[in-house]
């Protein structure tokens, strides 16, 4: 019993940390139909933020919670005003221009930090004992995150000013322009706000993976995986999507091993996206953000 | 023979074009730098081990050349980053050999980048080094491996850990020919020791997310854990096992902890009371080492990462060479190969190791160490330990023309019950 509990907070673990690396991508692919290939490194220079505030005496904390968004949220502002506001809607050039992006984010972390793994800052919390298993306090720490992440993104969404202007930019950007809405400015916000969150995302995991300058790259394929099987709807997608994955690589992993859950997750997209060519939200929850 | 004006071309013709190539070859054969090529990982998930033993390696070329270098010539190392990647593992081997012409190739950390470039360099002809721990079962003429491998570590390391801790032993590993027929070894050495291996499972090396196979651990009720993991996305598994407050009631050995120098790169609360057996430490007290580390570390600075068994080894196995060099007086393969076989010895940082003819193995003393407050206490060592495992399928006196990785289709097929 105390196996099936434990089990499934591992599952859910696996869940949220799907959902954690997916939303930043999610929000800016949602909301702007831009890719971002450059994702993966939005989450190591969030990772390098903790390191490096961690060691120079900064509250973790702090690094983690506010400093990471903060640092790369404001990188992205950065990024879309030099290079994605000129490229909107040439998906393609977008692509080859995130990548590019992403190699030379590598190439400029490498040359400062090294090629090597930094960090000795461990995951700030205790254990938790249920019966006679002991689970990774952090863990359920940034499970919780997530779920807070997930309604203030639903929240903003659904009932701020701002929330309202971007959904009415994301539905027809045209009709939002025409009506007096600056959608250039929104795409702005919207950008370095997915940028952000992938910086939090990137800080929170830090402690649990310990950081590289190509540590990105491992989280790319699964993020983008998830955001594609969910579809356009930002926070229905991604959690749907989350929550179907997560439990078969969970689930797998522990009966086969970590090999065979990797395989199975990606064996259930390719199903999915078979069966659903645009994603669980494109059949189901159409009406959801 | 009547000397008409196109025969009177063509002769100087030839001669002016091939004098430059034969002074060239003159001059290369004795009197230029002896060439020494180091293919080794400096960027990607394996530079953990390559940095090191790339620090080592130039240690190593510059002594040598202070004091004068090989039979009068200077040595020129020439270096190479493959970058974690096994295709520029065999372009860069084909570049030292057939381009570079390199005298020695001292190259590969993990076995899958050995086994790509082995052949090639046998093809070319071109005496080869590998100086990384390994599984053992290499039997190849012109390859000298001197790591360690698991008859010398695995095998005094998991009798001293289960009578520690417990029989129950749970082992992960890297998915890779190293952590498969290491999972072997360590496989054999708990059932020869009366002991059961629970599980085995293996990790891809850009796992980065544990806990099922944490949850798995605590599930089996195992003693112990045996870890054959590598690079740095696997490090992660000491801090998720650490997190989930597991390093206290199931322990852990490992066959290739510390090499990458991860004591140094996770917390002392996360690594103490780990086990590892290596051919070197750090912390080995003895004149000769501490003499090697003030140097390593004087020539670093402050940046000077640990030392450790890759590092160390890779450093002796230069001045080996180096040896054999002298004793043939010539840096030509044959000769050199002739001269390490021939029972060849080096005094070292690690102690003293010689080559072990019949396997092209290196005799060498092992150590066995705890880890608190991420330094290793060394609290076992053997002396001069043969690479038995090697030696039970391979025996180059008795039949030199040899190339093969004995192991390659695991122990079983090797004929050896695991």
Known sequence: ?289 | MSMNRRNFLRTTATATLAAPALINQAFAGSHGPIKFVSILDQSGGLDIYGKPMVDATKMAIDEMNESGGLLGREIELKIYDPQSSIQFYTQFATQAAAGDKADVVHAGITSASREAIRPTLSRYETLYFYNTLYEGGVCDMNNFCTGSTPAQTVEKLVPYAMKKWGKKVYIVAADYNYGHITAEWVQKYVRDNGGDPVEVEFFPLDVTNFGPTIKKIQASKADMVMSALVGGAHVSFYRQYAAAGMNKSVPVASTTFGVGNEHKLISAEEGDGMICAYSYFEEIDSVANKDFVARFKARMGDGAPALNELAARSYEAAFIWAEAVKAAGTADRMPVIEALRSGIAYDGPSGRVDIEPKTNHLNQNVYLAELKDQSFNIVESYQSQPPTDTLMVCDLVANPDQSVFKFENGLKAAGIDI
């Not at chain 1, 991604?238 to 859950?261: C, D, K, R, W």
């Open chain 1, 1 to 289: 019993m105390d196996l099936y509990f434990s089990l499934l907070l591992q599952i859910i673990y696996g869940v949220a940390n799907l959902a954690l690396i997916s939303l930043g991508l999610a929000i800016v692919f949602g909301m702007m139909r831009v890719i971002n290939l450059a994702h993966g490194e939005f989450l190591m220079l969030g990772g390098y933020t903790v390191v490096v505030a961690t060691n120079n005496g900064i509250n973790i904390w702090f690094s983690i919670l506010i400093l990471a968004p903060l640092v790369v949220g404001l990188i992205g502002l950065i990024v879309e005003r030099c290079l994605i506001q000129w490229l909107y809607g040439r998906m393609i050039d977008t692509l080859l221009a995130t990548w590019g992006l992403s190699l030379l984010f590598i190439g400029i972390i490498t040359s400062i930090f090294g090629a090597s793994t930094s960090t000795v800052i461990s995951p700030p919390l205790g254990t938790i004992t249920i019966g006679d298993y002991t689970s990774s306090g952090y863990e359920l720490f940034l499970i919780f995150v997530v779920i807070v992440l997930l309604l203030f993104v639903f929240l903003t969404l659904k009932f701020t000013a701002l929330g309202l202007v971007a959904r009415a930019t994301m539905q027809n950007s045209d009709m939002a322009s025409c009506l007096g809405i600056s959608t250039s400015k929104i795409y702005m916000i919207t950008f370095s706000l997915g940028a952000a969150v992938s910086g939090l995302a990137g800080g929170l995991l830090a402690p649990l993976t310990g950081v590289l300058p190509n540590i990105g790259a491992i989280y790319i394929g699964k993020a983008f995986i998830t955001v594609i099987s969910g579809g356009s709807a930002i926070l229905a997608g991604t959690t749907s999507a989350s929550i179907l994955l997560g439990s078969v690589n969970g689930v797998m992993s522990y009966v086969t091993g970590p090999t065979f859950g990797e395989v199975a997750l990606l064996f259930t997209a390719i199903i999915l996206l078979r069966l659903m060519p645009t994603g669980i939200t494109g059949r189901f929850f159409r009406k959801s953000q």
